[in-house]
T-cell receptor
Framework: QQQVKQSPQSLIVQKGGISIINCAYE??????FPWYQQFPGKGPALLIA?????SEKKEGRFTISFNKSAKQFSLHIMDSQPGDSATYFC???????????FGSGTRLQVQP | DTAVSQTPKYLVTQMGNDKSIKCEQN?????MYWYKQDSKKFLKIMFS???????INETVPNRFSPKSPDKAHLNLHINSLELGDSAVYFC?????????????FGSGTQLSVL
């Protein structure tokens, strides 16, 4: 029930294209859904987060879409750039449990 | 000025040894964590401490013993190291009652057990 399933495992996108990563969860107690970006040799860093009272959140080129009834959420990276090449993790958490459950990660490669 | 710092960055040791990893945060956060990232990049919570009190222990072998001397520090001691302990260990912190989704991670300690 604590699982968050993430796909695809890896993704290759051309510069300027749209990168889409999907996640699904089971536990309806989850009430916040962040995305983290990790570069090699570094710790993950928060990219963008959403709470289930909204269906979409946009920050610059990054957008989270959230579908509460389907228990799914996704990250869209518009106009993907080579500098976006990194591993992306979706995560979920709920008030009262002081820990995030992470998806398995997506390795994104943006080709110039 | 590093927000979450952990030392050492690399740790290479023999099976059966005991080792420690130290973590400090200067963000004034009330909650600190240890996460383990395996060779497939999967990130799994090990421990969570809130104001020096252990609140999550996620079925970690008791060879792993966290210690939080104060709110700003969370150390991890590992006894009798095994090959399967090889991984990257991340310390993180957050202000859990306000920005629970926003974890600040250290740069990791890569542990290699030979």
């Amino acid at each position: 029930q604590q699982q968050v399933k993430q796909s695809p495992q890896s993704l290759i996108v051309q510069k300027g294209g749209i990168s889409i990563i999907n996640c699904a969860y089971e536990n309806t107690a989850f009430d916040y859904f962040p995305w983290y970006q990790q570069f090699p040799g570094k710790g993950p860093a928060l990219l963008i987060a959403i709470r289930p009272d909204v269906s979409e959140k946009k920050e610059g080129r990054f957008t989270i879409s959230f579908n509460k009834s389907a228990k799914q959420f996704s990250l869209h990276i518009m106009d993907s750039q080579p500098g976006d090449s990194a591993t992306y993790f979706c995560a979920a958490g709920y008030t009262g449990r002081r820990a995030l459950t992470f998806g398995s990660g997506t390795r994104l490669q943006v080709q110039p | 000025d590093t927000a979450v710092s952990q030392t050492p960055k690399y740790l290479v040791t023999q099976m059966g040894n005991d080792k420690s990893i130290k973590c400090e945060q200067n963000l004034g956060h009330d909650t600190m964590y240890w996460y383990k990232q395996d060779s497939k990049k999967f990130l799994k919570i090990m421990f969570s401490y809130n104001n020096k009190e252990l609140i999550i222990n996620e079925t970690v072998p008791n060879r792993f013993s966290p210690k939080s001397p104060d709110k700003a520090h969370l150390n991890l001691h590992i006894n009798s190291l095994e090959l399967g302990d090889s991984a990257v260990y991340f310390c993180a912190s957050s202000q859990a009652d306000r920005d629970a989704e926003k974890l600040f991670f250290g740069s990791g300690t890569q542990l290699s057990v030979l």
